[in-house]
Structures are given as C-alpha cells and as structure tokens.
C-alpha cells in the first residue's frame, strides 16, 4: 500500500476504535503500527564544551573586570544550550522498511531503497545512501548508543532489504 492510503487506513480505523469504544465494544485490530524500534542515546561532548565555553567566559568577566548585562546573558545562553542538548536525546528509528533520526532539528528518514551499505565498527555505525555523499555516523563516544543492540536490529534491517552489510572484527 501506499504511504497516503496507509495513514488513511490508520486515522479511520482509529476513529472506528473510538467509537466502538463508547459503544462498549472490542476495538478492532486489523491495522496496527508498523513495529519500529527506538535506539536512544544520550548526547554529552557537546554540552560539556558549551559548558567549558560559559564557564571560560565567566572566569575571563572577572579578570577583565567586565561585568556588563550582556556578558552574563551570553554566559547563561551557552549553559542554556548545554542543558538543552543535553536533554534533547538523540535516536535512531528501525523499522520494517525505513530508517529516521534527528538530524540538526529535522527528522531525516531514509527508505531502506535508499541505503547503499551499513558498517559496523568498534564503537560506532556508519550508514552509507546511495548517490548521494550523506552518511549517518552513530558513535558510542559522541552519544552514548548501544553499538551492539543497534548492529543487531540493523543486521536483520540489511537481510530483510538487500542492503550491504559489513562488520568489522574487534
């Protein structure tokens, strides 16, 4: 089916649920949610060196004996956005036939047509797409993945779809 009459099928069997509920009836289970697993991470190299930055500039205010209003707002944004990535957990999606994730704000999705090869390493995964220079990099070091969770789902993802699917011993 296609993506439009999918969401279609969807939203009104969703509707018939809820009616159905009211009426004191089962809810029907012929279309459910494609099964999708959920890797999060937690990003930290980021917030420390935006840490590292305010408190660079707190220290440098008091020995430059600059204490202007915009100084600190400056010092309070940066460990505002520290707190903010940190909070904000980075993912990767696996489902039946896609791959999403978070990609500077913007939820990037690829279908598994568009993927050339996958690459397991020791700490890290690297998603190629075809025809274009994109990669998607997940790395233990930099947000914190379970490596070897993820490489499991991503290798019946590879098998499932055709796709290229390289593991590099330890």
């Excluded at 505002?80 to 999705?109: C, D, H």
Aim: with cysteine; charged share 25%.
């Amino acid at each position: 089916m296609s993506r439009k009459w999918e969401r279609m099928v969807r939203k009104n069997s969703k509707q018939l649920n809820r009616m159905r509920q009211k009426s004191g009836l089962k809810p029907i289970e012929a279309v459910t949610k494609e099964q999708e697993d959920v890797f999060k991470g937690r990003s930290w190299f980021l917030p420390v060196l935006l840490v590292a930055c305010s408190l660079f500039f707190a220290i440098m205010s008091g020995a430059l004996d600059e204490s202007g209003t915009l100084y600190w707002v400056t010092v309070l944004g940066y460990l505002a956005l520290a707190v903010m990535y940190f909070l904000r957990r980075p993912y990767i999606r696996v489902g039946k036939r896609q791959l999403s994730t978070r990609r500077l704000g913007v939820e990037r999705v690829y279908a598994a047509d568009e993927i050339e090869s996958i690459a397991v390493q020791r700490g890290s995964i690297v998603i190629q797409m075809k025809g274009k220079r994109t990669r998607w990099v997940l790395s233990k070091f930099q947000n914190l993945y379970d490596v070897p969770a993820i490489a499991a789902r991503l290798r019946t993802f590879a098998q499932q779809n055709g796709i290229a699917f390289q593991e590099e011993a330890a």
